[in-house]
Every structure is written in C-alpha cells, then in structure tokens.
C-alpha cells in the first residue's frame, strides 16, 4: 500500500509519515514548504519506503496511490493571515484535486479539518452536530469558512460520486516539531520560557483550549483512516481536558525554571474563548481517546524545543 500525505512535511504531515512507515506502509509525501519544512521528514530522507515531492495542492497531481490524507493547508493565525487568499485557495483548491484524485482511482480520502469551523462557540463541549458560530467576512475566515467549504466539497463528492470520505476536525495539537513561529500557544509560550522572555497571554487569560499531544492526534487518524464502518464523520479528534491560558503559562514557566513573566495584550478580533471537543463518538467508534497527559507531553515539547535551540 502507498499512501499520499499532503502537508507532508509540516507539523501533523510528518508525525502521520512516521506512523504509516511504521505500520509498515510506503509513503509519498507532498508538501510545497510554506509553512513546512523539510527538516521534519530530514530522517526519513534515506528510508526506502518514503518519497518527498515539493508540489503545491492548488494545482492537480497525477500519482498512483491507494490512499489519501489530506493535512495541506496552514493552521495558525499568524500563517494563514499572512496570505489569507492563498490559505482558502488550498483549502478549496486542495480539497478539489486531491478528491477528483481519489475518486479517478477509486481510493479512500481523510481530510483534516479543524475545530475552527466551530468558531467562538455557543456550545461547550463542541458535538459533532453542532453548526458553530464563524464570523464569514472576519479576519480568520479565510482559515474557517476553507475548512467549512471543504467538508462540503467532500460530502458533496461522497453524495454525488461515491467517493469514500473520512472528514476528521482536529482540536489543538502540540509536541515536537512545532514551529517556533507558527504563532500557537503552547510553542509560542515554550519557545518565550526558554529564551527568558515576557509569556505573552492574550486577554486575561480565562479563555480556555484542550490540549492534545500529537502521538494521540495521529493516533486517532490512523484509526479513523481504517474504520471499517462506513461512518464518514465528522469526527472530533482532540482532548477534553480544558485549561486556561494562564494555567499554561504557569506550567511552562514552572517546567523550564524560566525567569519570564506574563505580559497581557488585547485579545485578537475572533479568538474563540472556550474550545473543547465532545469525543464521545471517538470513544465509541474508534475505541480512542488521549493517553498522553498535559505535563507529559509539554516536557517532551520542551525537551524538544530545548534540542532544537
């Protein structure tokens, strides 16, 4: 079995390389490096079962692969606001090739979607039924409504062609290879920690994200990947336990000695204030659910975080 990993090279693309080569499949992995980097997949380089190709998912690919998991697309504000117009062209642009690819070889797709198409919620925990609450014309919809768009565009190919689809919503997810600039929480307060610089917290620091380590996150993937149920989704892959952003940067600030302090900016336009997935259908489907704690995880991040440096 060969497998296309679009987004290969950036933070989930390349932990999902590893585990598929370690399940024993090839992998093929496309990725144009906007936001990856081929320092990620560096050890796979020499390893027979892996190929890199530098390809940009707005325009079509024509490869003979017998599965697809689509993560092209970048995923922090401070990315896909620099070129919103490019950020929505791949989700949309992306979603279209890569499933006339699969529905041409008659192959199953899993797109990574994301918990940002639930917006600023009005419900806690988010239920996969639940529409959200997205500001269409704000400036993160450009990263929101692509993903909304892109689940559409993938049932509508599943209703339309019969094209077998797996349409999974990510929830925050860390651990090693995080960019140090790509603008999330918990890279963003590691990285501030271990150069002795003020933790940036936005607002007051009361709102809350769930935290899920990224072995898990892949882990969760691969299972929905090979459901046998038919059950197409979406499906909330994320961790339940909620902490606030001032908790987090306590945490970090205790676990790397760091003499920083927490410095409060206004809070972005949009920034959703609570964000905490329902994996209930997870649980029951997949039989999943986080192993990976909070602090075990953010020691391994800042041990590799602290290498890296």
């Given amino acids: 079995m060969r497998v296309l990993v679009t987004g290969g090279a950036g933070f989930l693309g390349s932990h999902l390389c590893d585990k598929l080569i370690l399940e024993g499949y090839e992998v093929l992995a496309v990725d144009n490096l906007y936001t990856g980097s081929e320092a990620n997949i560096f050890h796979l380089r020499e390893n027979p079962k892996f190929e890199f190709i530098e390809h940009d998912v707005m325009f079509p690919l024509a490869v003979e692969v017998d599965a697809i998991y689509n993560l092209a697309c970048p995923a922090s504000p401070v990315q896909y606001q620099r070129f919103p117009v490019q950020t929505i062209k791949t989700s949309l642009l992306g979603a279209i090739n890569m499933l006339e690819l699969a529905n041409k070889l008659d192959i199953p797709i899993l797109q990574a979607s994301t918990s940002e198409v639930y917006g600023d919620p009005s419900e806690s925990p988010q239920r996969e039924t639940y529409w959200g609450n997205v500001n269409p014309i704000g400036l993160r919809s450009c990263y929101d409504e692509g993903k909304r768009a892109s689940e559409s565009l993938f049932f509508d190919f599943h209703r339309q062609f019969g094209v077998d689809i797996k349409v999974a919503r990510i929830f925050n997810t860390f651990g090693p290879r995080m960019s140090f600039t790509d603008g999330r929480v918990v890279s963003n307060f590691v990285h501030q920690a271990l150069m002795d610089e003020d933790l940036t917290v936005y607002g007051d620091g009361s709102q809350t994200r769930s935290f899920c380590y990224v072995s898990d996150l892949i882990d969760g993937l691969y299972g929905f990947m090979h459901n046998s149920t038919g059950f197409t989704g979406p499906l909330n892959l994320g961790n339940p336990t909620e902490v606030s952003m001032s908790q987090m940067a306590s945490k970090i600030i205790s676990f790397t000695k760091s003499k920083s302090k927490v410095v409060h900016h206004a ?42 440096l």
């Fill in 267 to 308: 809070l972005p336009v949009d920034d959703p204030k609570q964000r905490k997935p329902d994996i209930s259908l997870a649980r029951t489907l997949l039989d999943w659910s986080p192993r990976v704690s909070l602090d075990e995880g953010l020691h391994l991040t800042i041990k590799d975080f602290t290498g890296r």
